[in-house]
């Protein structure tokens, strides 16, 4: 499965998009793959979130993506990914943000899902403080143009 989220991040969040106006999906996951920057590991019943967590800094790099092979609904997405969130803050780890990619989402820019393409349910995790540095950097370019409001909602995009 690692090589599928290496591909899946190389062939689907890296390539430039018309529906980002010519930006990749992720604009800065092209830099850490290729940096070596970023740490995969599987959620298991064995190797539970909190577990994936301290391998990852103990790691040292910069990102992380945990592959997660239960199913979560639709419906329940933004739901467990603010309770991911809330266990970093009681593991005393509330520099880092998590973000659920659910390949049942239904979110799509100008027709286009990039989350129905992931090969299972990914938890991405990133440090705040460049979250909102890139964050702030997009919102300076044309990337959210073509995006619905339901979208940019979700994303928290004003």
């Known amino acids: 499965m690692k090589e599928k989220v290496l591909s899946y991040i190389e062939d689907v969040l890296e390539v430039p998009r018309d ?46 993506v945990f592959i997660q092979d239960d199913v979560v609904l639709e419906k329940n997405t933004k739901r467990y990914q603010k309770f991911l969130n809330n266990i970093l803050k009681v593991m005393d780890k509330s520099e880092w943000k998590a973000l659920c990619i659910n390949p049942d989402d239904k979110l799509d820019v100008d027709g286009f899902n990039a989350r129905s393409l992931a090969p299972c349910f990914l938890v991405l995790i990133n440090n705040k403080k460049e979250i909102k540095i890139a964050h702030n950097n997009i919102l300076k370019t044309k990337y959210f143009d073509k995006m619905g409001s339901k979208y940019k909602k979700y994303l928290g995009v004003k």
């Not at 830099?31 to 391998?55: A, K, L, P």
């Open 19 to 64: 529906e980002y106006n010519g930006m990749p999906t992720c604009p800065f996951a092209k830099q850490e793959r290729e940096s070596n920057n970023i740490y995969i590991d599987t959620i298991t019943n064995d190797n539970d979130f909190i577990i994936c967590m301290h391998n990852f800094v103990k790691s040292g790099k910069n990102s992380a």
